[in-house]
Each structure stands twice: as structure tokens, then as C-alpha cells.
């Protein structure tokens, strides 16, 4: 995203041969938390998106709404604010080493980690295809 850190991979996995100067960054951009802080709220979001997901193993959300599992959307909501605990609660924010996110961060955040959504739906619709398919085989035998 625009505000990001804008440095190649070779630079990003060899950030510590970082020599200031030699880029048009500065090295101290390896210390910052916003990277670290974005990576985490990614991931967390993900496997929220993952336990969406999981509400029906081959029905997609469009017909499987979350608030037929009440429970998972308390879970969902508890893992949530916990993560909001630790970006935006200062002594908690140092303890895990991260910094709270910006509107912009987590405009990235939700775009990055949304993909999980679309490619399981499409994986659920081959799986409700294999399985109707297979089915009509079944039927077909006998």
C-alpha cells in the first residue's frame, strides 16, 4: 500500500546487511513495528475471515449466514478486541512490540486478508460440484 515501506524482496530479506546510506531508505525502517504490527492484524483477520468460513464446510457464506452460530461470532468478536487491546493499549502495544494501525493500515489489513474469503467460496462451489457430480454417478449405477 501506498504508505508502506516500498522496498524490494532481495532488500526486505536481506535487512540485516543493511548498510545506511546505500538505499533511499533509511535502516532504521527495520526497527519500526508498523510492518510487524500490519503482518499481525493480517493474520489475525485472516483466520477470523478462516472461522467464517468454516460455518459450513460446502455451503457458502451467502447462504450460511454467521448468525446461525452465535457462539463463533462471540468468539470472533473476543479475538477481535483482543487484538485492539494489544495495538491500542500502551503497556500491552510495548509488550508485544507492535504499534496501533492507522485508518490507511487497516484499510490494508481488510484488502489484504479478504482474498481468503473469495478463494474458499470458490473452493466450496468445487467441492459442491465433485460432490453433485459424483452423486449422479451414484445414482446412475443403480
Excluded at 524482496?9 to 535502516?27: I, Q, R, T
Aim: with cysteine; net charge negative; hydrophobic share 45%.
Amino acid at each position: 500500500y501506498a504508505a508502506g515501506a516500498q522496498i524490494s524482496w532481495a532488500d526486505l530479506v536481506e535487512f540485516d546487511h543493511c548498510k545506511e546510506g546505500a538505499h533511499a531508505y533509511s535502516c532504521d525502517i527495520f526497527k519500526l513495528r508498523n510492518a510487524s504490527s500490519v503482518s499481525l492484524s493480517i493474520l489475525v483477520t485472516i483466520e477470523m475471515f478462516n472461522a467464517l468460513n468454516s460455518l459450513s464446510e460446502n455451503q457458502s457464506l451467502l447462504t450460511t449466514y454467521p448468525w446461525t452460530n452465535p457462539f463463533l461470532l462471540i468468539a470472533i468478536t473476543l479475538s477481535f478486541s483482543l487484538h485492539f487491546a494489544i495495538l491500542y493499549v500502551p503497556f500491552l502495544a510495548k509488550t508485544f512490540s507492535v504499534t496501533p494501525l492507522s485508518y490507511e493500515e487497516w484499510q490494508a489489513v481488510f484488502w489484504m486478508s479478504f482474498p481468503v474469503i473469495f478463494l474458499d467460496e470458490v473452493l466450496k462451489l468445487l467441492s459442491r460440484k465433485l460432490t453433485a457430480s459424483m452423486e449422479d454417478r451414484q445414482k446412475k449405477k443403480y
